[in-house]
């Protein structure tokens, strides 16, 4: 926890007539679980830990990324109710995939197929 203190100044007496020292504290929060990206996998929950980028520049964090030895995978939250609806893969080789999250189904289905070149 970050804790960032500095003294006011002396505050009234208290009720036994010492000066009191008034003290401000400024705690930076620790992520919310609840603001946390999250999948499905059958049974079982993935939590994703909390979205860092803004992919849509509405001004809230709806994506993360995660580097591995192929490539990179983004993880989008598209409407913003924390769980993932949107995977993009970006292989070691240029080839790009995106699979969106079917809604009634709840399967995943590719959407995009490319190279970056």
Do not use: C, Q
């Amino acid at each position: 926890m970050d804790v960032h203190t500095h003294l006011d100044g002396l505050g009234d007496p208290d009720e036994h007539g010492d000066p009191v020292i008034e003290v401000a504290a400024h705690v930076t929060p620790a992520p919310d679980v609840h603001d946390h990206l999250w999948m499905a996998d059958g049974d079982r929950i993935w939590d994703l830990g909390p979205a860092e980028t803004d992919t849509d520049a509405d001004g809230v964090a709806d994506s993360l990324t995660r580097v591995g030895p192929d490539g990179m995978t983004v993880y989008t939250d598209t409407d913003h109710d924390g769980r993932v609806d949107a995977i993009t893969e970006v292989h070691g080789d240029g080839a790009v995939e995106t699979h969106r999250l079917d809604g009634r189904t709840g399967e995943w289905v590719r959407t995009d197929v490319g190279r970056l070149d």
